[in-house]
Every structure is written in C-alpha cells, then in structure tokens.
C-alpha cells in the first residue's frame, strides 16, 4: 500500500504541473505585464504580434514564471 500511495503522489504532482504550465491562458497586457485573474507575470514574446496595452492575447506560463505570449 506505501507503493501505491508514493505513486498516486506522484502521478498527482505531475498532472498538477501540466495543468499549470500545458495550458494557454487568456489575459490582458497591462504595463509590459500579462495579467490573466488576480495574477500577473513579466511578459515575453515568443512570436510577432501587437502586445500594446489592453490587448487581449494568449500566453503559456513557463516554469520559471513569465509569460510567454503565442498568439492574439
């Protein structure tokens, strides 16, 4: 049972992660900032697009916590 309790664990922390970082979000560009909710994270830009501020974009989260904008 210790095994299998390891394992559920870990199989949790691995799909928790995805579902933080596998995912675009949808936000707003505020201030050179994305912010999606509460939250706001520096912004990158992984291709060409207007990232002025109020524009609505896309954005994958990176693990070490930017932004990274992959489409409007």
């Known amino acids: ?3 299998q309790s390891l394992a559920n664990a870990i199989q949790q922390a691995v799909d928790d ?3 933080r970082e596998a995912r675009a979000l949808r936000g ?3 201030n050179g900032a994305f912010h999606c909710g509460n939250k706001s994270f520096p912004l990158k ?3 060409d697009c207007n990232t002025s501020n109020g524009r609505r974009v ?3 989260l990176s693990p070490n916590g930017d ?3 992959v489409g409007a």
């Open 1 to 3: 049972m210790g095994v």
């Open 28 to 30: 707003t560009v505020r």
């Open 45 to 47: 830009q992984a291709v």
């Open 67 to 69: 932004a990274v904008v």
């Open 58 to 60: 896309w954005a994958q």
């Open 17 to 19: 992660r995805i579902k």
